[in-house]
């Protein structure tokens, strides 16, 4: 595609030959000829001197930084974003269901249904939808315009999904929360009769798990991105355009703001509420509500293990030295006084 | 359903109008007319009076709070699930198995299996299990009575559930656990010939999973209750009633008591003992064997980031820090004598 | 088999009676008749004195502390490895693919591919490829030689498999790694169009996720050995022969060396750079780049929670401590000048 095309469609500044053709994305120091690269991190301004890119995509900043053919955009990285997209549409999988899929319900002729699905009875599925091979959609369950639902997806009945949802494999949604009373030794399962209801343009990545309801929802506003590995208990709720990475948890009935991020491992406990634009620190636990916005923080700092050794040591008679610190400042006091 | 025929049917006190009829559970704030509330946790008390319930369910130091009908009984926690399971019946599947199912084995004539299931060889299938769509049962498995496995749960070969099990989707029982032994650099496998077995009401999360034994089994004892997201190693023994919250981690050949429980996040290393009531905090992480029953936790406390970084930076001197302070001591001592 | 038999294939050291018969691998502490057990661990050394195996494994030093008969070899762990691989041959499932998987490429005639497996448009399957019931792959991949894929496997397209992999249910291969463009409050995503590639002898555990790159590939080295619940994010790169055990999570673009090993649950934000034979203990956060081999730790202590509440709380006061630890020096330093 042409430079000149693509701003045509995407808009920005070109600045020199926009008549060079690129036909894939790349970085300033990987790409070659045919590859248009971008700048978004200063840190790799350097690299706009020497990359054997044939345009590159820069932010104002940088516009006078290269002589290369380029456009120029306020939001160079969102702009390279929309360049890979243009330049690499997605797979399109055929229209219709696949022979070998059991639906039970009408779809519209827009829908791409794959190998071995299954949808159940009473379910929903809007215009462009495409459920790949294995996915199974319980009874009920309504998925907006546009979804994409990747192998082995599992949706469970009732639960419902917004338009342009990006599901990745193996991810399951609308399981039961973990919801037991307590009788004697024993633990009384407590049905859960709540959903899951997801927003708008969310995507929920591979292997991720979201738990229907106790009584009420789960619910999960327009945008929020999450990624894969990830556990959302019975109740949560979550702020629009919320984001959280790998391996994060968050337990049941927890509120948490919009815009809120939780970087890779972050663990928030339930029953708290999280203001919005809070930022939760890779491998922190929260363990109180957040009023405030702001970032938050609960890491040990990582050393060699015979530094830690004898470091961490400390910590067991942590309580103990600040008591007898407090106990020098005393007898000091008392010495100057005395002298 | 008529108060009375509950409490025909559940036991607990009737009081107040018995001809209610109630179809659906709510909480104290969000039940309206037709819902029957409950009152568990003291905090909720002051609902009482201002719930818009048809009737409640209450314990009786609360029995006198609410004119409203109701029913009193010691343990109104497990009461509601009760009244839950008793309002809201479990979806029925059809019996028999769908045409795309692949069944290798007998099946009786009360067991349900989906769309695309696979059941092996030498199965053992108890009366009224389901088999979701998309479930892998492998050779020689034996699941007992009444059990239910969610789509594209995997059980591997050989492997037992016991009856009235609840397997969440995604879930994986007895892959192989992660055995090599160093030959050189390289790893060498060490093929897992154990089984998991795993005792009666039992659930198990979504996406989680259960290695095999190495050589023995691995273990799940009666009424383990496991939450998504969970990685059990291979000779893992847990004890029953045992519970564990979301993103778990136990390490192999670690024995967990009976009833003990592990918060979000718990995770324990390998080769361990667990007494019997072992309490393991959210995000916590047991290093050592626990012979006593209590609650442990090894957590990093959460700050505003920027407190975080002045105290955090003080745990890398903190050996440093105490030595300080006896070397503080000491000379303090040496003026007292001095003087 | 015969002892002799082992040692004629296995090679090592026979001393005793080499026509006992043994059919299967045992622990010293409960092997049985017909069984051989093996002395890896020092810490068992006595249990050789009692063992009703019928046969042993010991390395040189411990090869006179039992009259069995015996294999003596200076590797026990791995040869015992080898004689539980020799006893119990992997199950064979049936060439040729079932009746009811779809195959949309050309297979050879050594590959097993089992109910329901999906396998795209332009895709390579090497010789002795196992497919089990469920797996999907995507257009375009390649699996080599002797590969063996658990149920409900997903590869995305394109990605590439090498030979010997050893894949648990339940994994992802190829899910689009999580990239996303800031634009104002919305997320915008950034297609993901690297692949992953995995080397040779590489196992992935059950549950599993392995993003695909965002603009290059996701790189998994030969002998690569990845535990179940484990997140490796896009561009990410691991070296020969490194192990991780279970939950753990690897962020965005990290490199990781040959020969390193991530205790369970361990995780590494993005964009590090982990030397070779770098050692992460578990439940440790690595938080920088490591230059050094060695092992490195990062974790809370554990305690009794009730001792653990009184020194955590101290935590928030540590930079305070330390300064109030540095006023008193300089007051003692000036009180002994003065004296």
Redesign the interface.
Known sequence: MRLDEIVARLGGELRGDGSVVVS????LA?AGAGQIAFL?NPKYRKQLATTGAAAVIVPPAAADDTALPRIVHP?S??Y???V??LL?P??QRPRGA?P?A?VHSPLPASASV???V?VGERVTIGEDVTL???V?V??GVSIGDGSVL???V?V??DCVIGARA?I???A?IG??G??????G???????Q?GRVVIGD?V?V?????I?RGA??DTVIGN?V?L?????I?HNVRIG??A?M???V?V?GSTTIG??CTV???G?I?GHLELADDVHV????????SLARP????????????D?????????????K??Q??AE??K??EE??K??
């Open positions: 894939q994305v790349g970085t990987g978004a939001n990285y969102a390279y974003a929309r890979v997209a690499n997605p797979a696949h070998s059991v794959g190998e071995h299954v790949y091979p294995g199974v319980g009874d990747y192998p082995n599992v469970y009945r990006v990745q494999a193996g399951v399981s039961d973990f919801g037991f009373a307590k009788e030794d024993r633990w009384l399962k407590i049905p009769i343009d995507e990545g591979a292997n991720t798990s738990d009584l009420d945008g991105k990624d894969n590995q990830i556990q208990a629009d355009n984001a990475a790998g391996c948890g337990a919009a815009r970087g890779g491992a663990m406990i620190s890779a491998g922190t636990m929260v363990t109180k702001g970032q938050y923080t609960s890491i040990f700092p990582l050393e060699a293990h530094d830690w050794l004898h470091n961490a040591a400390q910590i067991k008679r942590l309580a030295l600040a007898r610190v020098l400042e007898k000091l010495m100057e005395t002298n």
